[in-house]
């Protein structure tokens, strides 16, 4: 079970709210986000309600400053707990890869992180994908950059998985890591 901890101020202080669980709309238990502690498990935290907007992955730890740390604002106005995977069920990872909108043209697949797609493939911009198993999408090459968090399911356009280009540097499973 995941835990994760919402402070108003920076070095876990001021009021703060606790979560166990996806939350939709993180607005009315506290006004701003300046540090957060996750006790147990992996979580995105989203800048807007209902999933949307700026993302960051955040797993157990503390983020003392995480204004700082993500360069986002102090508005987390939700948040979505990423379920653990572990073995005999971490095979059961596959990203496809589409070149075009709706699955179509060049498919690339991938069963294990990749540090950079443009080496592994000879290109970095895709704009449709089938997921088996959660993965996270990096606009740059070795995990860096904003990224994107994708369950498994179909996602006929980037716009799906509320990227703002079709570019796509590296990319990572995301176990019970």
């Not at 904003?146 to 799906?160: N, Q, V």
Request: proline fraction near 5%; charge should be neutral; include cysteine.
């Amino acid at each position: 079970m995941g835990k994760i901890i919402f402070y108003e101020d920076r070095n876990f202080g001021g009021r703060h709210y606790e979560c166990m669980s996806d939350c939709a709309d993180l607005h009315s238990m506290f006004d701003r986000c300046r540090s957060i502690r996750v006790e147990n498990g992996m979580f995105m935290v989203y800048d807007r309600p209902g999933f949307t907007g700026n993302q960051f992955f955040v797993r157990r730890g503390e983020y003392s400053d995480y204004m700082s740390m993500t360069s986002m604002n102090d508005c987390v106005r939700s948040c979505r707990m990423i379920p653990p995977v572990r073995p005999p069920h971490s095979g059961s990872f596959r990203l496809r890869l589409f070149e075009h909108f709706d699955m179509a043209g060049e498919m690339m697949e991938l069963t294990d992180d990749c540090p950079n797609l443009t080496d592994r493939f000879r290109n970095s911009n895709f704009n449709s994908c089938n997921v088996d198993g959660h993965w996270l999408l990096y606009e740059q090459p070795s995990y860096r950059g904003r990224h994107y968090y994708l369950r498994p399911g179909d996602y006929r356009s980037f716009s799906e998985w509320n990227a703002i280009s079709s570019r796509i540097g590296s990319v990572r499973r995301l176990m019970d890591l």
